[in-house]
């Protein structure tokens, strides 16, 4: 056999070889994934993109992961799906609620995987958490049942005078509606009259916050939603210059200097949704993979905000606390 026609046998050889061997063709394939956050670049995108690595998946080697933010603008979120679905990726991963509809909305073929959404039931995404079905999995946030009453529990536990509190909302979340309710039942039992206000939109954030300045009140509850997310940093100005002890939702907020918040981990779920994207691209069909429930739940203290609004934080709260920020 002539060298350049040994060669030419040898190459196609190890060629066959490298293609019959199990798994080799999979390493060499580069999975597209779509990544859509409700709020502006931040944890929970690093979460989902370290969640990804511990996985062994490498941008440039086998992943090319596309990268949309929203900043906290709702209407933006279908914009930015069809965006994404044109780009053909293999899964489609969305925060909030209100993405997953939109994605839901855009798709039936493109696997979702969907990462906080407070009440996927109730936000018409799914019908039944144990089998999704269809095209779209998840994890949910499932505040649950009474869980919105806590926040009311642990503001006065914090600052036991307090009796009239703000509190802000956005019809951006379906489960608002269940949140209130859950607070004026903990309101009635512990003697605390309630004030709320809606804002899903800058406008209306102005006029809610120059409402509650106005107002007599003496604490502030901000309930989940994206919008509230990505005006964080205005929020907690805000708790701080008229002196309200004030509780969040997510552990940003007591990390920009807000006093407590209370809830699961919204970056914990947003790292486990990476695991989601695993189990899809391995085959695994995501209406056959459950809407999966948070797994930690978090309060966190701001110390330094307490002594600035001359509140002593009760040792019941401290011994509680996943993380005291001083």
């Not at 993109?49 to 080697?61: H, P, T």
């Not at 209100?98 to 799914?126: C, E, H, L, N, W």
């Amino acid at each position: 056999m002539a060298r350049s026609e040994r060669r030419r046998f040898l190459s196609v050889a190890i060629a066959f070889m490298a293609a019959a061997a199990p798994g080799r063709a999979q390493q060499g394939k580069i999975h597209r994934i779509a990544f859509l956050s409700p709020v502006r670049r931040g944890p929970r995108d690093e979460a989902f993109a370290n969640g990804l690595r511990e996985l062994g998946y490498v941008e440039g080697r086998n992943l090319d992961l596309e990268m949309r933010f929203a900043d906290g603008r709702p209407d933006r979120l279908s914009e930015l799906v069809a965006e994404l679905i044109r780009l053909r990726p293999d899964v489609l991963v969305v925060g909030s609620t209100i993405g997953a509809r939109a994605a839901k909305q855009a798709t039936t073929t493109i696997p979702i995987v969907f990462a906080g959404s407070s009440d996927p039931v109730a936000g018409g995404i799914v019908s039944n958490l144990a089998r999704p079905g269809g095209n779209i999995t998840g994890f949910s946030l499932a505040y649950g049942d009474g869980f919105a009453g806590k926040w009311l529990e642990l503001l006065k536990e914090a600052a036991p005078r307090v009796s009239q509190v703000a509190v802000l909302w956005s019809s951006s979340n379906a489960a608002a509606a269940g949140y209130l309710e859950e607070l004026r039942a903990a309101a009635r039992a512990l003697d605390v009259a309630l004030q709320t206000h809606q804002a899903a939109q800058p406008q209306e954030l102005e006029a809610a916050l120059k409402a509650v300045g106005a107002g007599a009140a003496q604490g502030l509850i901000v309930m989940p939603s994206p919008f509230a997310a990505s005006q964080r940093t205005k929020l907690v100005e805000f708790a701080s210059v008229r002196r309200l002890p004030a509780v969040y939702f997510a552990e940003s907020f007591v990390e920009t200097g807000g006093l407590m918040s209370y809830g699961p981990s919204i970056t914990d779920t947003y790292r486990r949704a990476a695991g989601y994207v695993d189990k899809i691209l391995k085959g695994a069909r995501p209406g056959d993979l459950p809407v999966e429930q948070p797994t930690r739940f978090e309060l966190v203290l701001n110390a330094t905000t307490a002594r600035a609004l001359g509140l002593a934080m009760p040792q019941s709260l401290l011994v509680r606390a996943d993380r005291v920020i001083e």
